[in-house]
């Protein structure tokens, strides 16, 4: 699947552990060592207490709309087959917020409806996080 | 700690707008050049009265110092100059900094100009493509987030917080569209039905192709001066009497509460120093980028309670002659948006309305007016009160 041409994340330092972590399957955010904030997305400074000492948690994957979109008008190309899709800001059970697409029928999805991630591997360096309904 | 007082300390001289809709024969400097001295003319001033330059970029052209490639285009060599990066809230804010920068001395006299050709030079997937590319490169674009997806993701929230409806929405459309039908230099004009708005293609749940602004070749230019030049200008002056800005996020998914905007803030700032309320205002002109974005500038200036710009829409306050008329001009949804510059024509309209000069348009008694810029996704919001 090499060949798809959406745009690919690009890791950087910020973020090389995280996307490593998708690859792996798990949503990894970072906790403050300081003053326990969890944050994401990742970066180097606490943005609460500016602590740059700070562990990485693997998330549960489980969480709720918070909001969504069905798109039917593709940003680019490369989206053009995979319309219409649906784009949501996921509530993790952490209190972490995630954007990322919701599998699954469009009729069925609504905000505070449970969600679980799942992992698209579709290329070979980097991996997505989606999520699906979950039984709710 | 008191902030220095800008209000009634710089005037609005003269603006210009080129005619707006298809234009292929011209670039986009060359738009912001005949924006320009549509402008000079109109103040009665000339180019070596201007000592300072703000743009606010472009989609089309990529120089990497925009307000330079435009000052050696024009041939002008000011004192100051810079180019404002915060996309649709540009606008309001470079009339801010021109302010700024006369109030304290540093300027006489500031030309802001705001321009583009995205209509003729890009195809409607390159402009699509070129906003999407603002979302965040690794926590939004790759899961295909557009722009108007964004806004969307703001109005399904709202719907679910507060009642509001498609229906609410589509009325923002329909009265910009009859606003424009008023305007000889708007770019759409034929009637738009409720009934058109909410049969409109979708384009991402639930906002659809009549809650999105429009695509433009054109641009406008706003002069900033001191108040004590007001006697040597053509035109009745325009006083900038309160200015505001309001940042939150650079990016939709680092939104705490997508539905409590930086507006309130920007607001609060600038009806302070104007020492003004909400009630007082005539008539807004509200960054129109979707309609949503001007249902919630409604409620976070204050306009309305929070959760009612849906029934303050419907009960038609915001038409020409209602309570608070708003985008009297037909706005970016139905006048013309020619990319980032879309909102230097909201500017524009606030001083023709206060001068009187609208014609079949014209908000009778026109006094005080607030103008709302909006970057991003609700990112900047930037604000202007203008009375004369």
Known sequence: MEKDDRPKPEPNGDSLEFWEGIKSHQILVQKCSSCGLLRFYPRILCPKCLSDQ??????????????????????????????????????????????????????????????????????????????????? | MDTFNLSGKAIIAGVGETAMGKHPGKSSLALHALASKLALEDAGLTKSDIDGVLTCGSLVDNWPHHSGAFCE???????????????????????????????NGV??????????????????????????????????????????????????RHFHEFGTTREHLANIAVVCRKHASLNPNAQVRNPLSLEEALNSKPIASPLHLSDCCI??????????????????????????????????????????????????RAGKVAFEMANVEPKDIDFVELYDCFTITVLIQLEDYGFCPKGEGGSFVAEGHIQSGGKLPVNTNGGMLSFGNPGIAGGIFHIIEAVRQLRGDCGPRQVVGAKLALVGGVGGIFSHTSTLILGR
């Open chain 2, 73 to 103: 285009y024009f041939d002008i060599q000011p004192k100051y100059t810079d180019t404002v990066t915060q996309g649709g809230a540009g606008s309001c804010t470079m009339v801010q900094y021109a302010a700024m920068l006369i109030a």
């Open chain 2, 215 to 264: 695509s433009s070749d054109g641009g406008g230019a706003v002069i900033v001066t001191s108040a004590d030049r007001s006697r040597d200008l053509k035109n009745h002056p325009i006083v900038i009497l309160g200015t505001g800005q309001g940042f939150s996020y650079e990016h939709i998914c680092q939104a705490h509460n997508i539905t409590d905007t930086g507006v309130r």
């Open chain 2, 107 to 156: 300027c006489q006299t500031v030309l802001t100009v705001g321009a583009d050709n995205q209509l003729s030079a890009m195809t409607r997937n390159e402009a699509v493509q070129s906003f999407a590319k603002n979302r965040h490169p690794q926590y939004e674009y790759p899961f295909g987030l557009s722009t108007p997806a964004g806004y969307a993701l703001i109005a399904q």
């Open chain 1, 54 to 136: 700070f562990n990485w948690i693997p998330c549960s994957g489980k969480g709720r709309i918070y909001s969504y979109t069905t798109i039917y008008r593709p940003p680019l190309p490369a989206f053009a087959e995979f319309v219409p899709y649906t784009i949501a800001l996921i509530d993790l059970e952490e209190g972490i917020r995630i954007l990322s697409q919701v599998e699954g029928n469009p009729d069925s999805i609504a905000i505070g409806v449970r969600v679980s991630v799942t992992f698209e591997d579709f290329w070979k360096k980097i991996a997505l996080p989606k999520f699906r309904l979950a039984d709710q």
